[in-house]
């Protein structure tokens, strides 16, 4: 027992653990996974069931065949997407944790930064910490946040990050859990501009209010992110059809806008890379609004897809394989056949 001891404290700490602490994750409010989110989502859905059922809008005849039946929860994209929800609790402990903490002393935080201007521009006046202050330095955290993964977005849509993030992509068939598809790289470098970003934030807030101010929270969970996620969040990743209609949607990201930047249409190529705002995709040029009449989507990469993504091993593996096979492909002179146009998922 005492040779096999580090051997099983080694599999706790990095298979065990992580799993575990992944399934308990459902009952956490810090991921819009959990179960009172979910709950909210799937009772809206169930409204919108009942409105187009008496309004003759669906042809669906019950709830379940409303939100994609078993075609849709075990098809076999979403058999996987249930086991990689685990899998990447694992490849989080043994891969982002490390790369992220390699990197993570270089990193300017917010001290450094009031230091800086401190430095520059001398102490500033402590202010009194008080509920409108929370709320205000909680809104700026949640809009740096926004806006970043916002521009991480588009920048994993473009020629050589585009083989990690279409790993996300590639779900033919869309369930809550599919917002989990995120490739560890995806992963390592949100976490480092988010880090970075809100650093610099929080110092020069900080510097400006002459002390540590907190954010004002709701069950432990910045506020912004607890509203919104209760607003049909897990619906984003799903086949039931939510539009908040052309107005609300210069602003606020609504489900129906995430499933066009799920769809293998040209036309939404590109389209929607806001999170939870789509005031970004306003300002920048990518917004797409939808209307309360659904559209016909059809979600993933394409037919050339459908056979390469059905493991693990292809999640995860694959990304490196066509970045390799492209940066091979990029030193040797070619000439573009007629008729051929370079899309988004080249």
Not at 114 to 140: D, H, K, M, V
Not at 156 to 172: E, Q
Not at 268 to 287: C, I, Q, R, V
Not at 291 to 302: Q, Y
Request: glycine content about 6%; aromatic content about 16%; hydrophobic content about 45%.
């Amino acid at each position: 027992m005492d040779v096999l001891s580090p051997i099983y404290d080694y599999l706790t700490e990095l298979v065990i653990e992580p799993v575990t602490e992944q399934f308990f994750g459902i009952f956490d409010l810090n991921g819009r996974l959990g179960v009172l989110f979910l709950f909210t989502s799937y009772s809206i859905a169930y409204s919108l069931f009942r409105f187009r059922k008496h309004r003759g809008l669906t042809d669906a005849h019950s709830f379940g065949q409303f939100i994609g039946g078993s075609r849709v929860n075990f098809h076999r994209s979403a058999l996987l997407d249930y086991r990689y929800y685990f899998v990447r609790a694992i490849l989080k402990v043994a891969l982002v944790l490390p790369i992220v903490g390699l990197v993570d002393p270089y990193i300017l935080r917010s001290g450094d930064y009031i230091a800086f201007f401190t430095n520059l521009w001398g102490a500033r006046p402590q202010l009194s910490e008080n509920l409108s202050l929370s709320l205000l330095y909680g809104l700026g955290v949640f809009l740096v946040k926004d806006f970043t993964h916002y521009w991480a977005h588009r920048a994993f849509h473009s020629r050589w990050l585009w083989a990690f993030h279409k790993v996300h992509h590639s779900a033919p068939v869309l369930v809550p859990v599919t917002a989990s598809r995120v490739h560890f790289v995806e992963k390592i470098v949100e976490k480092l501009t988010s880090a970075v970003c809100l650093s610099a934030y929080a110092g020069v807030f900080w510097y400006a209010c002459g002390g540590e101010i907190s954010r004002y929270t709701l069950f432990g969970v910045t506020y912004l992110v607890f509203i919104l996620n209760g607003f049909a969040a897990n619906l984003r990743h799903s086949h039931v059809w939510l539009s908040f209609g052309p107005v609300f949607e210069h602003v606020l990201n609504s489900p129906a806008q995430h499933q066009i930047h799920h769809s293998d249409a040209p036309r939404h190529f590109n389209k929607n890379f806001g999170t939870n705002l789509s005031l970004w995709d306003w300002m920048f040029g990518t917004l797409y609004v939808t209307t309360s009449k659904p559209e016909l989507i059809r979600f993933g990469t394409g037919e050339q897809d459908h056979d390469r993504y059905l493991t693990i091993y292809s999640l995860i593996v694959t990304p490196f394989v066509e970045t390799a096979r492209k940066i091979l492909l990029a030193k040797r002179p070619q000439t573009a056949p007629p008729g051929a146009s370079e899309t988004p998922y080249s």
